[in-house]
Nanobody
């Protein structure tokens, strides 16, 4: 049963922008911290951005300075603003929820077993 629902993926040219959204049920949003991962099928899922309850954000070096994670607590929605997209950003992007202790490092270190909930993924394709 899908708990987290992503939207906003699509195709864009290199240098373009996309904004992903993740709708989070209240019982998940209140208890866990949120993040974004990405994956090409057959490879390890990569953690790219996490946000703690106090708003502290953590980014993988591959996206730092180009991607921004944010959240709207009233709407229980998490966003990933992706700017200056490159062809190497072509992945399926997944929203994730997990325990808030050291969550940022959990995400960027790719500790997949710690994640409690996953979204179904949304495809982002960047053409050159």
């Amino acid at each position: 049963q899908v708990q987290l629902v992503e939207s906003g993926g699509g195709s864009v040219q290199s240098g373009g922008s996309l904004k992903l959204s993740c709708a989070v049920p209240g019982y998940i949003y209140s208890r866990y911290c949120m993040g974004w991962f990405r994956q090409v099928q057959g490879t390890k899922r990569e953690g790219i951005a996490g946000v703690d309850k106090d708003g502290t954000t953590t980014y993988a070096s591959s996206v730092k300075g180009r991607f921004t994670i944010s959240q709207d607590s009233a709407k229980r929605t998490v966003f990933l603003q992706m700017n200056n997209l490159k062809p190497e950003d072509t992945f399926t992007y997944f929203c994730a929820a997990g325990p808030c202790g050291d969550w940022g490092n959990t995400v960027v270190d790719g500790l997949l077993d710690v994640v409690v909930y996953w979204g179904q993924g949304t495809q982002v394709t960047v053409s050159s």
